[in-house]
């Protein structure tokens, strides 16, 4: 399998030079697990199996996920980061074939104190691309809290350091309330913070949960996530949608408080407006109706979720052969998050689509 970029892409040069061996290994080694278990599976073939199935089980037709752009969100090893620090969890990335990281804070807990300098010397040593990062939005109770309300500029300030290219939060705009005008404030910040970001040619974005689509308690017929995208600027605030999280929002507020039908599907929103959506968060779900969320969260490749769809809808909507879109691994709390890491790449870097999608 090749990861070579079929476009010029500056930015994926260094890394995709640098793993030549260890990159394509680990994609290599995903296809072959899949194709050996296509070749046994197809000395019995059964009434169920389909041309484009088999092709994807055998590693032929076009890859779905664009090379260079799987990354990981941190907080996914935060275990493995507290206990042994980013070292030995970059050479561990570099392995399952990452190209990239998000972070989910700067600090190694117990494995002891690094600077910003070191640690982007770290990961390009390792060919990750320090993508972006989560920071609160606010905190009220702390005036010299680390958010974007309150330290601005600090986190800015870090962000440049690092190197990053998006600088974001996993925060609700929930600050003011839950009515349309509330929302209205919250997406007032943002644009706030968007600009500021944009000047050091940064990208601001906001990472959703399910409680994003929910409906504004002064107007129950208004969903709050369609106020935040009418209210922010598109030029200065964009989304990192968590894939899953969407999907259970699909499963909980398909229907207003009335009971009334509101269905919706979560790539919908990023087909009309690709380029608001930089950023993914790629986590799975087995469906089960009898949860609140109606699904329980599982590592990517073991759930339901359809990523060959989602992924290949997605990246063919490029602009003049532009791919902007970034997707990031990620589970809340994997049982083995090392296995989570590898489990996940190998799903995902196997994954095929027919040659003429």
Known sequence: MSRK???????????????????????????????????????????????????????????????????????????????????PVFAELE????????????????????????????????????????????DNNNPNAYTFAQNLTKVLDDAEALGLKHIGTASGPFRYGTTVDAWKRAAEDFNTYGEAARKRGMKFYQ??????????????????Y???????????????????????????????????????????????????????HVKDGIRDETTRDGYRMTDVGDGDIDYKKFLSKVTARTHHGKRYHHWQTEHDNPVESYAFARKSSEHLHSLRGRCGD
């Open 226 to 280: 369609d106020v935040l995208l009418a209210e922010t600027d598109p030029d200065f605030v964009y989304l990192e949608m968590d894939i899953y999280w969407a999907f259970s929002a699909q499963f909980r507020f398909g229907k207003r408080a009335d009971g009334t039908p509101a269905p919706f599907h979560p790539l919908d929103y990023v087909l009309k407006q690709p380029h608001r959506y930089p950023l993914f």
């Open 95 to 138: 392995k399952y074939g990452y190209d990239e990281i998000e972070f989910a804070g700067y600090t190694q807990g117990s494995a002891g104190a690094i600077t910003l300098a070191q640690l982007k010397r770290l990961a390009r040593d390792h060919g990750l691309n320090p993508i972006g990062s989560h920071v609160g939005y606010y």
């Open 5 to 87: 970029p079929t476009t010029t892409d500056p930015e994926l040069t260094h890394r995709l030079s640098r793993r030549g061996m260890l990159g394509v290994a680990a994609g290599a080694s995903a296809a072959a697990l899949v194709g050996a278990a296509a070749s046994t599976a197809s000395a019995t073939p059964t009434a169920s199996a389909t041309p484009d199935s088999a092709a994807a089980g055998k590693g032929r037709g076009r890859p779905v996920l664009p090379p260079g752009r799987l990354g990981i969100q941190l907080y996914s090893l935060r275990d493995k980061v507290g206990s042994v620090g980013f070292a």
């Open 207 to 224: 990472h959703n949960h399910a409680e994003e689509f929910s409906f504004a308690t002064d107007k129950p017929k208004v969903r709050l």
